[in-house]
C-alpha cells in the first residue's frame, strides 16, 4: 500500500489483521467491474500519505469484534514487512480512529513465523513513541 513506518499493535488474540482507513467504497469501472477506493489511516497518524488506493482485488469478510458484534468488512492483500521479513497478509479496513495504533496485527500473520514477548514494546522501532 506504500505505507512505511506504521505503528501496530500484536494481538494474539486477534485472528485477522486490520487497518484504519478513512473511508472506504466501491464504484464502477468503465468496464462494469467494481473498484474498490479507499484512503489508508488518517492525518492523525504519521505514516499517513494522503495516497488513494484502488483496486479491484478485494473481498467481504464477516467480522466479529472482541465485544462480539459482527460487522461486514472489506480485506484487501498485500504484503507487509515485519521484522525484515516480507509476510503475504490480508487487512481487513475498518476505522480504528478511536484505537491508539492504526494497524492491527492478529494471529495469523505471526503464526510460524515470530514469538511474540508479551513483557516487550516497541521491539522493531528506534524511537519509542508510536
Not at 35 to 59: D, Y
Not at 66 to 95: N, Q, Y
Amino acid at each position: 500500500m506504500g505505507i512505511r513506518r506504521v505503528a501496530a499493535k500484536v494481538d494474539t488474540g486477534a485472528y485477522s489483521n486490520a487497518i484504519h482507513v478513512s473511508y472506504a467504497r466501491l464504484e464502477t469501472a468503465a468496464s462494469g467491474e467494481e473498484v474498490l477506493c479507499f484512503l489508508p489511516l488518517s492525518e492523525a497518524f504519521k505514516a499517513f500519505t494522503g495516497q488513494e488506493i484502488r483496486t479491484k482485488n478485494f473481498t467481504k469478510k464477516k467480522v466479529r469484534s472482541s465485544t462480539g458484534v459482527a460487522s461486514l468488512r472489506f480485506k484487501v492483500s498485500c504484503e507487509m514487512l515485519l521484522g525484515g521479513e516480507k509476510i503475504p497478509v490480508d487487512f481487513t479496513l475498518t476505522d480504528r480512529s478511536e484505537m491508539r495504533f492504526p494497524v492491527l496485527i492478529g494471529r495469523k500473520a505471526l503464526h510460524k513465523r515470530f514469538l511474540v514477548d508479551v513483557a516487550a514494546t516497541y521491539l522493531l522501532s528506534t524511537k519509542h513513541k508510536p
